[in-house]
């Protein structure tokens, strides 16, 4: 039986350089924030980054976002070599438990024929679903890359989404990362 320890990371944790390489090997630099960025955003109280074991070993991590009553999965990444395992459902249960009254939600990649990585959109999209969250099918335009809003148990809407990024980001820098949101 799986037994999953998440650990706070920070500049100074023994696997921040692990973390690192895996969320710049994971995530295509037009999809990620410098990583730095995403520890500088702790100091607001509004984030959380935690690795993820299972024993001594490091599967990967989960980036999460408080806002109200949101739990927003910013970023969310297996070592290739843990993928296909149940490790994803299994996080994904956890945070659900852990973070019980709290609306979870997450962006992925819009699914479309378009897209030369359509297969992979296809791919996540069918694990999301599975694991109990919902395509709201809402449209979401990040630094000029679509995302699909998914949600488990009551919905999110953009409009939550946008509030929870406005307080992370600052308004300056959200007017960069979103074009034309009121």
Same mark, same amino acid.
């Given at each position: 039986?799986?037994?999953? &320890?998440?650990?706070?990371?920070?500049?100074?944790?023994?696997?921040?350089?692990?973390?690192? =390489?895996?969320?710049?090997?994971?995530?295509?630099?037009?999809?990620?924030?410098?990583?730095? *960025?995403?520890?500088?955003? %702790? !100091?607001?109280g509004l984030t959380e980054f935690?690795?993820? $074991?299972?024993?001594?070993?490091? @599967?990967?991590? /989960?980036?999460?976002?408080?806002?109200?009553?949101?739990?927003?999965?910013?970023?969310?990444? @297996?070592? +290739?070599?843990?993928?296909? %395992?149940?490790?994803? =459902?299994?996080?994904?249960?956890? @945070?659900? !438990?852990? $973070?019980?009254?709290?609306?979870?939600?997450?962006?992925?990649? +819009? /699914?479309?024929? %378009?897209?030369? !990585?359509?297969?992979? &959109?296809?791919?996540?999209? *069918?694990? $999301?679903?599975?694991?109990? @969250?919902?395509? =709201?099918? *809402?449209?979401? #335009?990040?630094?000029? /890359?679509?995302? +699909?809003?998914?949600?488990?148990?009551?919905?999110?809407? %953009?409009?939550?989404?946008? *509030?929870?990024?406005? +307080?992370?980001?600052?308004?300056?820098?959200? =007017?960069?990362?979103?074009?034309? #949101?009121?």
């Amino acid at each position: 039986m799986m037994e999953l &320890r998440y650990e706070i990371v920070g500049p100074t944790h023994r696997d921040y350089n692990r973390a690192k =390489s895996l969320f710049l090997h994971a995530f295509p630099p037009q999809e990620r924030p410098p990583f730095e *960025a995403l520890f500088s955003w %702790k !100091d607001k109280g509004l984030t959380e980054f935690l690795n993820i $074991y299972d024993g001594q070993t490091f @599967l990967g991590f /989960v980036h999460l976002v408080h806002y109200k009553d949101l739990l927003y999965l910013f970023f969310f990444a @297996l070592n +290739e070599e843990n993928r296909n %395992k149940g490790y994803g =459902s299994k996080i994904l249960r956890e @945070l659900r !438990d852990r $973070y019980e009254g709290n609306r979870l939600y997450l962006l992925a990649e +819009e /699914v479309n024929p %378009k897209y030369e !990585d359509n297969a992979n &959109r296809k791919r996540r999209e *069918a694990f $999301y679903t599975r694991n109990g @969250l919902i395509n =709201s099918r *809402a449209l979401i #335009v990040e630094y000029g /890359v679509p995302y +699909e809003l998914y949600y488990a148990g009551q919905e999110v809407s %953009k409009k939550e989404h946008f *509030a929870l990024m406005r +307080e992370l980001l600052g308004e300056k820098a959200f =007017s960069i990362y979103y074009k034309n #949101v009121e």
